[in-house]
């Protein structure tokens, strides 16, 4: 998969080939046709955030369309078209996950 990653704060993000990550249990592969960076991205790479987790791909506000689902992962299953917004925390109780 192609990827724009950020190595350093301050400096260009780079176009490069990754592998394909699998899935976990209850995760999705997507085929992203769309993705946005927020502020929060922005912040990293003009080196305003301590510690960032680098390399880091930026961007995760995600349209896409699922391409292999996890073991448990049972309500969204390949070629359903999804988004993906900024999920910090979640308690697990919505119906969509359960």
């Known amino acids: 998969m192609r990827a724009m990653v950020l190595h350093a704060p301050g ?9 394909v990550p699998e899935p976990g249990p209850e995760q999705l592969l997507l085929k992203v046709h769309a993705c946005a960076v927020c502020r929060t991205d922005l912040h990293v ?22 391409v292999k689902a996890g073991e448990r992962a049972r309500i969204l299953g390949p070629g359903t078209r999804v988004g993906v917004p900024w999920l910090g925390w979640s308690d697990g109780t919505c119906r969509c996950w359960t």
Do not use: K
């Open 45 to 66: 790479m003009d080196g305003e955030l301590t510690r960032p987790r680098l390399p880091l791909v930026l961007g995760h506000e995600i349209v896409g369309t699922v």
């Open 11 to 19: 400096q260009l993000l780079q176009l490069e080939e990754r592998q």
